[in-house]
C-alpha cells in the first residue's frame, strides 16, 4: 500500500513538473501593455506607426493605413496562437509567417488570410511560394493563394476568434476556431511574424508562442 501511494505521489509531481515547464515554454509576443516587441512598417511611411498600432486596455488596436506590424526576432518550429475580432464590421488584416524581408508595404512571407469570408486562406507575399501552390496557365498573379479546406469558420463580428497556426520545418497547418483549415509547405523554416493593417479595425489579444 505504501508502494502505491508513493508511486501515486510521484505521477501527481510529475505531472505538475511537466504542466509548469510547459507553461514556461511560453513566450507573449504581446505583453498586454505595449508594442515595444514589435517593429513597424506603414506604407510609404505616409503617417507615425503609433496612429496605426496603438494599444488600450491590453488590446491591440489596427486602424488606418496600409501595413504591418512584426516580431524583432525570428522563430522556427513553434505553435502560434492569436486572438483577433472585428470590433464593429467584417473588414481585412492578416497573419504573417516565416517573413524573409520586411520590405515595405508587403514582406516576403506567408499570409495566414483574416479577411471576413476567407480566414484560413494562405496568401504568397512578396515572391515567397508554397509546395501546394500551383500556377495557372495565365500566369503567377500578384497575390498568389493557396485556398482554404473546409466553410468558413469565423465568428459574428464583435465576437473573438482564435487562430492556432503550427510551423514546423516549414510546414503551415492553420486551425481557425478549432477547425483545420489550410497547409503550407515553405522552403523557409524560419522568419519574423506579422499582424497586417489593411485600414479598417481590427483588435489582437493574447499573441502567444510555445516551440515545438
Request: proline residues 5%; contains cysteine.
Amino acid at each position: 500500500m505504501r508502494k502505491i501511494t508513493f508511486f501515486i505521489t510521484f505521477v501527481v509531481i510529475l505531472f505538475c513538473f511537466v504542466d509548469e515547464a510547459k507553461a514556461q515554454q511560453v513566450e507573449h509576443l504581446f505583453n498586454g501593455k505595449d508594442l515595444s516587441n514589435w517593429n513597424f512598417v506603414v506604407d510609404k511611411n505616409s503617417v507615425p506607426a503609433n496612429e496605426v498600432f496603438s494599444v488600450k486596455d491590453s488590446v491591440i488596436h489596427i486602424k488606418g493605413t496600409l501595413g504591418y506590424m512584426y516580431t524583432k526576432k525570428k522563430y522556427d518550429n513553434y505553435v502560434l496562437h492569436v486572438e483577433w475580432r472585428w470590433p464593429k464590421e467584417a473588414t481585412n488584416s492578416g497573419i504573417f509567417l516565416l517573413i524573409e524581408d520586411p520590405k515595405n508595404p508587403f514582406p516576403n512571407g506567408i499570409e495566414c488570410q483574416l479577411g471576413a469570408g476567407n480566414v484560413g486562406d494562405l496568401v504568397l507575399l512578396g515572391g515567397s511560394n508554397l509546395d501546394e501552390y500551383k500556377t495557372p496557365p495565365e500566369g503567377r498573379p500578384a497575390f498568389p493563394v493557396v485556398k482554404k479546406a473546409s466553410a468558413s469558420s469565423e465568428k459574428p463580428t464583435g465576437e473573438w476568434n482564435h487562430a492556432n497556426i503550427f510551423v514546423q520545418d516549414g510546414v503551415i497547418t492553420v486551425v481557425i476556431n478549432g477547425i483545420h483549415q489550410n497547409k503550407g509547405t515553405n522552403k523557409i523554416k524560419t522568419g519574423h511574424i506579422g499582424l497586417q493593417s489593411e485600414g479598417k479595425d481590427i483588435q489582437f489579444k493574447n499573441v502567444t508562442i510555445s516551440k515545438l
